[in-house]
């Protein structure tokens, strides 16, 4: 199962990025994410580890995979027999950004359960898209409260 969503962002895609690799904060913006914590190290780097707890299912342990800095990420986890995997992807687009967030699960019980997280994954992603993009304008328009570091 796969699902995918493209937003434009009218901010740089350095501000998108900056926003985006402070994956601690993402429960500010997204209403998808109850809490997130970087497990080894603060910088989100290949290899770091995040615990994620997001309402309605259980706490995961997601591993970066792949990092092109400035341009985004994938990071993996396994839960019940699937493995999931996220992108987050970055383009310069008309003075602004384009982002694609892609998420998708594979295993034995996916077909199973197919249509649930078809629509929970959707749901998660969508939220994730329009709270990036709203916590990323707030900050170019210089209304944002995002603060470099921990």
């Known amino acids: 199962m796969r699902v995918g969503i493209e937003v434009d962002i009218a901010a740089s895609p350095q501000r998108v990025w900056d926003v985006m690799r402070d994956v601690e904060r993402w429960p500010e913006w997204a209403a998808s994410m109850i809490n997130v914590a970087l497990l080894n190290g603060r910088e989100l780097a290949m290899g770091s580890k995040a615990r994620i707890r997001q309402p309605r299912l259980p706490v995961m342990v997601w591993e970066v995979t792949k990092i092109d800095p400035q341009r985004g990420f994938i990071w993996q986890t396994k839960s019940m027999g699937a493995v999931i995997r996220a992108e987050h992807w970055i383009t310069a687009r008309d003075g602004g950004s384009h982002v694609s967030l892609r998420v998708e ?5 996916e077909p199973l ?20 993009k709203r916590r990323c304008e707030e900050m170019a ?10």
Do not use: C, Q, S, Y
């Open 141 to 150: 328009r210089g209304k944002g409260n995002h603060h470099e570091g921990h």
């Open 105 to 109: 699960i594979n295993g034995l019980l």
């Open 113 to 132: 359960f197919r249509p649930w997280l078809t629509r929970m994954t959707r749901r998660n992603v969508e939220i994730e898209a329009v709270g990036l």
